[in-house]
């Protein structure tokens, strides 16, 4: 199966302030998904990311908010712009792994003071 | 909109007591339904994919089943490391993607 390498694991940001998780897989893939965990809650899709063009953000989540480049097939990037602490949470990346249903990365925890 | 309900919220086992958690869900055009295993302060780690009522698959002691409206999860004789949350999740077409709708997950924990 895919392997996939996210990072940061985990930051500690302030307000206001934005940061970039970035999700590395090890095969080529032709769609790559952005998902938030929010404690207690399921996992949400916030955006699907084709190469080549612009990302499908779900109902809820904007480019402005939350925008993705996916320069090439093996790479995406996800920022959450403009923090505030109702953004802390836990934010993933998948890859549809065919055989494997779909990879997670393990995740990037991230608390907004 | 597409839903899935999975109970209980938290279920906690003794070590060889056999038990079966519940994913309910509500879709328009069910293409697979996953189960996952999520470890804390790990994604989800994928377990099985489902996609046509009366099909069952088995993994150690894990087994996953599957009717028209829900899906079970039966763990025979759990050991302690099987404690971990267990994600149910659907598959269906919209627009030109697939997409995966996820209930909330049972925190399973078995004792020794």
């Known amino acids: 199966s895919a392997v996939i390498s996210q990072k940061p694991s985990r930051d500690i940001c302030q307000r206001g302030t934005s940061l970039t998780i970035q999700c590395q897989v090890d095969s080529q893939v032709t769609m790559m998904f952005w998902y938030r965990q929010q404690p207690g809650q399921s996992l949400t899709l916030i955006a699907t990311?084709?190469?080549?063009?612009?990302?499908?953000?779900e109902s809820g989540f904007v480019i402005d908010k939350f925008p993705i480049s996916r320069p090439n097939l093996t790479f995406s990037t996800l920022t959450v712009s403009n923090m505030s602490p109702e953004d802390s949470s836990i934010y993933l990346c998948?890859?549809?792994?065919?055989?494997?249903?779909?990879?997670f990365g393990s995740g990037t925890r991230l608390t907004v003071v | 909109e597409d839903q899935v309900t999975q109970s209980p919220e938290a279920l906690r086992l003794q070590e060889g007591e056999s038990s079966s958690l519940n994913c309910s869900y509500t879709v328009s055009g069910l293409r697979g339904l996953f189960w996952y295993r999520q470890d804390p302060g790990k994604g989800p780690e994928f377990l099985f994919t489902?996609?046509?009522a009366g099909e069952e698959k088995e993994k150690e002691r894990l087994k996953a089943t599957l009717t028209k409206k829900e899906s079970f999860l039966h763990i025979t004789a759990p050991k302690p490391e099987d404690s971990a949350t267990y994600l149910c999740a659907v598959q269906a077409r919209r627009g030109s993607n697939y997409k995966l709708t996820f209930g909330k997950g049972t925190l399973l924990t078995v004792n020794p």
């Open positions: 990311a084709n190469q080549g063009s612009e990302a499908t953000y």
């Open positions: 489902l996609y046509s």
């Open positions: 998948s890859v549809d792994d065919l055989n494997y249903g779909y990879t």
